[in-house]
């Protein structure tokens, strides 16, 4: 048997950190160190900013006990970047790695990440450079097509079904009406989350919307006028990204109407959403206001809270099955790169549910996953646009493990 | 030995709900049926509102699995109220008594539920009517007075110090200058609980505001420049009661100036704090305009999160010893009370601390915890106002229970 040929390879993370996405990078190291074909293992400071900038941390021979404690921490130990690499960027990219001898490159990001792998995995290709590159997938919104689920998201889920439940029975404790704003601008997967919280008809989430299911202002205030009426309380799940009958996020005429101008928007002129609780107050003070005309209570108690970085970062509610999988896609990613496959993104394939959920992986093409999103399919939509369909539970139970049985008098 | 006389019990829950209220719940129901000194247990529903509304659940004889599920359960599984008795509504509460032949009254809750007890006591004895009140414990803010600490801080605080772990990893992974507004009006013993989550000079939080240190708009921004500077990102916990030099809350001037009159208030004239995002909006936006000043950067990243209701009900960080000491306050009560005691308030007296750690119970005086609250003392706060000094930890620690061990590269 020939020596193995032994070539460098880069790590790097990127977009909004997750409880578990060091996992990933703990399980490609830990692989990265079995494999013969990999010598040098580079972390990238910062995402693709710091290939760029060369900014990089060795990563052999790290002490195990401290691999384990960086795996158990929540985001991204190596920093992370929002930049989106057009293809002057991505030709830095791969000039970066050229110069190094980089012939892996292990991404752990969404889908602007798998777009950015496949970017450079072209341009490679083009130059007959001898590249693999991997994309590792995490995300707390769940929206990468192709695998069954995504790494980061059963934790956020974990995170989301608690407090729901938590403030489900607080505004049990003290009724009104209580709006709380879950993250996910595109996709209603972590909202929809929130049903798990629910074991019978009284129980919160009483309300559930997600950007796939528009949402007209009065169908809004109807349904929680109605909740209200019967229950004397109400608690309303909504994802950031809520839309309208004609599609138009609520976000534009709600901030609009009371914010103006002052409204900080994103590159892409989008609002900024996270980081924020605009949303919330907008439409809890639309909710006072609108369901209060319809009740004679002058002082109606309405609430609203926004979950934001918490979500993404709390490490006292980590899912098990979460903390697992991300560590396997991490691993994953470094055998298929060890077994000469090309370049490729990690896909979970549900292989069974409850007592027999498990997964199995395999290897999606970078094509497939980079850019586009998966919405929340209509099946796990109820008819009346305003909550999640029961099946949705098999779907999300086995990611978020178990929750608590609440105990009422 | 003559036959013990049998008489009823009434016990309520009152105020803003914690992880384990509904362990002193329990704990009452449990001691109640261990002492042939009581014999109906009444549940009133929403606190006080529901013993003048004759609102009642018997406790007696309920299921022991029932029980435990109930005790883990958080927040007030009878209700709670914000009701403020005043002495006409103390009359009504004691007529109540007087017509179910109740002798014993345990009420849980903070120092407004204390002077009621103390109220109803007063007036019991001055119509001669043999009652019994006791107060127990309860508040996130952990600022009653005489109690070494108050059952539902430590798992307010276990939450804290973990969310701030997190989201200081969060502002690592993408750095920018990040606010995060905890509850407590007029004590900062909850927001000061962040400072678990720091262990090396570089860790989030790196300043922390409570109401007991005043702090100008002007030196606020220099804090945060100075560390901005330093780090290149910065975590600024901030108690929503925060108040500048002249002892005037920031929340007054800073919504005045951005929200005018929409601002919803209490009875009392201020402004609603919990519930909103706003005072964290604000702060965000006064930081990002001030800061970006001293520095060249146009578009400084700038955000807020406002931790809310979940600080108070979150099922999945409840600190292992504010549930046993919960519970324990509530069979102390009846205890007390079984034992002839004069009515009082459910106290701990810290017995040791680190591996020693322990309290014992005693009874205090009801004009001794009711009305004022205690602030942290200042030598829990360091020489700059910025920060908790480092001894705040041996008070807090045993409280919360064990934190990870944040792993870097």
Redesign the interface.
Known sequence: MGKTTRRNAIVG?SG??T?VI?QSLVGVIEAASEFDQIDRLF?ARYGVRGIIEENF?E?NGLDAG?????????????????DKPDEEYCRKIFNAFAKNDVRYFFYIGGNDSADTARIVSEMADEAGYELRVFHIPKTIDNDLRVTDHCPGYGSAA??VA??V???G??N????GI?IDVIMGRHAGWLTAASMLARHDETDAPHLIYVPEAPISEGQFVDDIAEVYGRLGRCLVVVSEGIVDENGKGWNEQLLRMTHGA?VERDGHGNIQL?????L??CI??FARAEVSARFSEKKLR?????????Q??????VSPVDRTEAHLAGRKAVEYAAAGQPSGSVAFRRTGNGNDYGIECFRAKLQDVARNIKPLPPEYINEAGNGIAEQFRTYVAPLVGE???????
């Open positions: 993370q909004g950190p409880a060091n972390g941390i990563l401290l691999l384990k404690r960086i795996a158990d921490t929540p985001c991204s130990a190596l920093g992370s970047t929002r974990r995170f608690h407090a439940m938590g403030d029975l607080d049990a404790s003290l009724p209580k002052e996270s980081g924020s609780g605009m919330g107050d809890a003070n309405v609430r609203a809270d926004t979950f934001g970085y918490l993404r970062s709390f490490p006292d509610s929750l608590p049985i609440i105990g009422k008098l």
